[in-house]
């Protein structure tokens, strides 16, 4: 299911949030949209419909899951930049072992952060790969 952000602001960067799980996805959209710099521009549940938001809405950043139920989210990557070269992607997982982190990077993502590290972690991450 892909759905609009809420709010939308010319000065806000806006981010595709990738998760299989809604609930999950609902909770970054929520810290995401608080954020006075960025807001949710589409939510998808799985690899092709994050390929179609890609294509509609032509997001600043996508914030990608690893585990979609369509395809394996390191394996999308090489598909949306094929798209949109130049969209930075940050990987969120779940998985803390560092041979994620180095698979997702040379997968072509600019960050990885792990679910647990909390809001401030990832929002600090979305910003940091949006200035660069």
Not at 44 to 61: H, W
Not at 96 to 102: F, V
Not at 118 to 132: D, K, M, Y
Request: aromatic fraction near 4%; charged fraction near 25%; charge should be negative.
């Amino acid at each position: 299911m892909i759905r609009a952000g809420q709010r939308r602001n010319a000065k806000r960067f806006r981010v595709l949030i990738v998760d299989e799980h809604p609930l999950s996805r609902e909770g970054l959209a929520f810290l995401i949209n608080h954020q006075a710099d960025m807001a949710v521009c589409a939510e998808a549940g799985s690899a092709s419909q994050a390929l179609e938001a890609v294509c509609e809405k032509r997001p600043d950043i996508m914030l990608l899951d690893i585990a979609l139920p369509d395809k394996n989210g390191l394996g999308l990557i090489d598909e949306i930049k094929a798209i949109l070269p130049e969209l930075p992607i940050v990987v969120v997982s779940m998985h803390d072992e560092s041979p994620y982190a180095e698979k997702a990077l040379r997968a072509g993502a600019q960050g990885y952060v792990v679910k647990h590290e909390g809001g401030e972690n990832l929002i600090r991450a979305l910003r940091q790969t949006v200035a660069h």
